[in-house]
């Protein structure tokens, strides 16, 4: 057949499936791994889109082996972003807009993440941009100064707020504060003795240590062609030194099952509870991200009926799972509750948690979340930057690179005994861990009652 | 009183290119009946439907917004009418639900997945509902009274545990003592706490009107079944005349400035924030509003004479960008906004005087004639791309309908941005330089002296 007619045969066929197949039915998009001239690897799918996308990290943990420096960790993408000796931050921000692009870069205990976007035309000088950044960072010292004050500041800001610093003193019972699990402890809650001594020569190692080709992930989302977009990442990353950095073990969480009162003059009572999630080593927690949406995730979890409507004490309460480590999690339920009623929301948490654990969820829970869920992927994988960065995120906690093509399928066959049995198994057992902070501890039977956040280790 | 009837169904069509291929979608909106909009959107896609209506903080009694209507919007969240079982928040299991509330609008929020048959069924169940809103909403008194306190619960976790917002919310009050302006939409906690069914009964009668309220649609639906839709539920509404809206009423501005220190045990980092009101005559007109947005999109910027680069860069007295807000607070009205976190070891009056410094002698440094062609080239830009994006189009015709801007003029806004010259910016930057009503307000942390 002569190309044309083979063509126009194709376009038949596919307006015939089109006909046929389900209004809903929306195929996943396959992800292709692939890799650039230059021998770098990435994975690519294809995003009608007007933006092209790459997510990119780099494995970390580098911060977390230097002793008093886990803050570098933050500090080191910080200090990047205030650009190369040729662009400054400004100028580069400025340049991007023009293209109508967008460039994020930011840290954490494990990974250094960051997505660059910008329409089909513009990719290339957008990429340039990103390049010059990585290649030739002007790292001032005076704005490490100004970075390190400010973090400082805007830390013990952040705690003067009550739920912020409950959920800090629950990080410090999950995590302690020694070791290697007090430095991450410290990273977690923006610990300002953790920023205080990095100095532009440790970001400087830090750039040459974890900013390589070994251990760098690349997701391209868009529409570009892979072969289009392999040039652009040559151009960024190939000239990257052949170095990458491990993100270390998983840090080993603690439980102490208590329940610790803070008292300070609040004008709500913020409440944190919650506890390490056991064996996290399935990459796959779907049907844990399932049953704890049934917990407190939005108005119909079972949190949100007894707290906020049963007893009208919050705005709003939820339950997540925070990812310390691709191998550790755990559970956390927050909220902020009227100060007369945080005894009574108290015990409508820990009796809801009770309930779901000894009972489970029910398919009449489960079954509308499986649509809710199918609908926000979809829509997160509906824009190019949203789609790189959600498969980016997968290979990250190890998911295989089919994961997505797989994704409602396997969320369509989770049942509801699959899930409780699930729940039953990973989730931490009663007592929860719990951090009050409150304007009295009267009547909430505490454990522990302290007056300051410096108190909180006679509390472990 | 006119019927819905009569005003459904006749303004022309604009183009809607929707396609499932691989590029991505010509988006653009289609007005099917009077107050019905419908952007397509492509097969698989969840349908999105909200009812925006045009009364909001601003339009309760005697312009003293109380918070009513933000109570209003969620007793009808979470009330139970004779036609359904569950509350409306979980009107769908599957779907996502939320309500929002502003100065000058109420709008309801549903997210429905993608069906097999389609949207059809879904959006036939949201217009009955909300047609059967306009006429009448029901709760119990007990249910009534839970959700003012979880309402007083949003205020304390939104305004009341942030001596920020608390001291902001007191500067705009010091600003326009004696307009709806001057106050926020959810109210204080004592107002709040004086809210109760009958009055937001009240409101509900003088507002929820066919004639004061929007439906938008993005979905995979024809115009002409959307239409058929709210045809059959808005059937039988009759439109009400409104009362006068207390926002219309001018702003008596007196020419004064006023200086508020606070300082408050839970502050760590000092901020301060500048509050100018101005008098522009000419400032409804549209050609006006797009010179405003041109400006504002300078003074956000971090180009060369923004006030990024006057109080971060160069002057190195605020800690990071600068707030900045340009908005329309009455007729003929306008204020001025700037807020900044105090950098490290810099008093704060240094960066207030600087702020003040700056908005004296914007008549002087405005945006060079390449740097407005160069902002208006990037609003430009920025429009074509979302034209590529039915979500993206939906929201910004929300933002304009919601700020009670004219539809008949939405179409015109493109061409209207295009045509700002440099001498319209200029003069915009020389009116808020001008006389006007300023207040300040500097937050320190405890120990530091307080008082006016």
Known sequence: MRPARHFAFAALLLAALALVAPRAAVAQPAVGEHRTPAGIAFRHLAVADTHHALAFAWSDGYALTQPGKAGLAMLGPRLLLEGSRGVGESDRIEQLKDLQASLGLSGSAHFTRGVLAAPRPKFAEAAGLLADLLADPALPADRLAHAKKSFAISSRQSQENAETLASRLFSRLLLGRDGPEGNLQRLVVGDPAAHEAVEVADVEAWRRAVLGRERLTIVSAGPMSADEVAGEIDRIFAKLPGVGHDIGPAPKLRASGKLIVLERAVVQTAIVAGGPMASARERDVLPGSLAVRVLGGGFESRLTKAVREGLGATYGIRAGLQQLHPEASALVISTAVDNAKAAAALAAIRKEYARWREEGVTAAEIEPLKTRFTTEMRESLRRAPGAAQRVRDFVLVGLPVDYLAGYETRLRALTDGAVSDWLRAHFPKEPLTIVVVAPSAEGLGADCVIKSADEIARCE | ?452
């Open chain 2, 1 to 452: 009183m006119a019927r819905v009837g009569g005003w459904i169904g006749g303004v022309a069509a604009l183009v809607v290119a929707a396609s499932a291929g691989i590029g991505p979608l010509a988006a653009a909106e289609e007005r099917v009946a009077e107050r019905v909009f419908l952007v397509r959107d492509k097969p698989g896609t969840p349908a999105q439907f909200r009812m925006l209506v045009l009364a909001g903080c601003s339009d309760e009694a005697d312009g003293q917004c109380k918070g009513l209507a933000h109570y209003l919007e969620h007793l009808v969240l979470v009330g139970r009418n004779p036609e359904h079982k569950e509350i409306a928040i979980r009107f769908f299991p599957d779907a996502s639900s939320n309500g929002t509330t502003s100065m000058r609008a109420t709008t309801y929020i549903h997210t429905v997945p993608a069906r097999e048959a389609g949207p059809k069924a879904d959006l036939e169940q949201l217009f009955a509902f909300y047609a059967a809103r306009l006429k009448d909403f029901s709760i119990r008194e007990d249910e009534a009274a839970r959700e003012r306190n979880v309402v007083l619960q949003e205020h304390d976790w939104r305004v009341g545990s942030s001596p920020f917002r608390r001291f902001d919310r007191r500067l705009d009050r010091e600003l326009m003592p004696d307009h709806p302006s001057g106050l926020w939409t959810i109210g204080t906690r004592e107002s709040i706490q004086s809210l109760t069914l009958a009055d937001a009964k009240a409101f509900h009668r003088n507002w929820y009107a066919v004639n004061n309220v929007y439906f938008l649609v993005k979905a995979d639906i024809d115009a002409k079944d959307l239409k058929e839709i709210a045809e059959r539920a808005l059937a039988g509404l009759e439109a009400k005349r409104l009362p006068p809206r207390p926002v219309a009423r001018q702003i008596e501005l007196t020419l004064e400035r006023k200086d508020y220190r606070e300082a408050d045990a839970q502050v760590e980092r000092a901020g301060v924030i500048y509050k100018k009101l101005v008098r522009i005559e000419d400032g409804e007109a549209i050609e006006a509003r797009a010179a405003r947005a041109v400006l504002s999109s300078y003074l956000r910027s971090r180009l060369p004479g923004s006030p990024h680069q006057a109080l971060v860069e160069v002057g190195k007295l605020a800690s990071s960008t600068p707030f900045v807000g340009l908005d329309r607070v009455a007729p003929k009205t306008f204020m001025l906004r700037i807020g900044a976190d105090v950098a490290p070891d810099v008093a704060p009056q240094a960066l207030l005087a600087a702020i003040g410094g700056y908005v004296d002698a914007m008549a002087g440094s405005v945006p060079s004639p390449e740097q407005v062609d160069r902002l208006k080239r990037r609003i430009a830009d920025g429009r074509a791309n979302e034209d590529q994006d039915p979500a993206m189009v939906y929201n910004r015709l929300i933002g304009w309908l919601s700020n009670r801007n004219a539809y008949e003029e939405y179409a015109s806004w493109p061409q209207r941005l295009a045509d700002v010259s440099h001498a319209d910016v200029a003069r915009t930057a020389g009116l808020l330089a001008g006389p006007g009503r300023i207040v300040t307000g500097t937050m320190v942390p405890a120990g530091e002296d307080a008082g006016k």
